[in-house]
């Protein structure tokens, strides 16, 4: 599984970005996606979780009512929508996916990776 993220860039705080993670080489519908996003001299840190069917979600708290995690399996991608954008939000934003309906909330816990897109917020 490859997997391509995009829609990053440099926004004003308080606007918003749509990321994509279009993915390729298998069809998703029965995999779990994840968000993830590391800021400089940071962690990894979970953002959000979307289970095969996009029936069940799951934020952290630092995010829960400003992002929404979807997906469209039709096109094989999965969306991270990001409003109300704070300068703490500043981090490269990636994408991850795994086989199953298990929820996992832990980097380690996903096998394929996208290579990352970069959100900046500025004051």
């Known amino acids: 599984v490859q997997l391509q993220a995009s829609g990053g860039g440099l926004v004003q705080a308080g606007g918003s970005l749509r990321l994509s993670c279009a993915a390729s080489?298998?069809?998703?519908?029965?995999?779990?996606m994840a968000w993830f996003r590391q800021a400089p001299g940071k962690e990894r840190e979970f953002v959000a979780y979307?289970?095969?069917?996009?029936?069940?979600?799951d934020y952290s708290a630092s995010v829960k009512g400003r992002f929404t995690i979807s997906r469209d399996n039709a096109k094989n991608t999965g969306y991270l929508q990001i409003d109300s954008l704070k300068p703490e939000d500043t981090a490269v934003y990636y994408c991850?996916?795994?086989?199953?309906?298990?929820?996992?909330?832990?980097?380690?816990?996903?096998?394929?990776w996208g290579q990352g897109t970069q959100v900046t917020v500025s004051h």
């Open positions: 080489g298998r069809t998703l519908n029965s995999y779990v």
């Open positions: 979307i289970n095969h069917s996009g029936g069940s979600t």
């Open positions: 991850a996916t795994r086989a199953g309906n298990r929820y996992i909330s832990l980097a380690d816990g996903y096998e394929y």
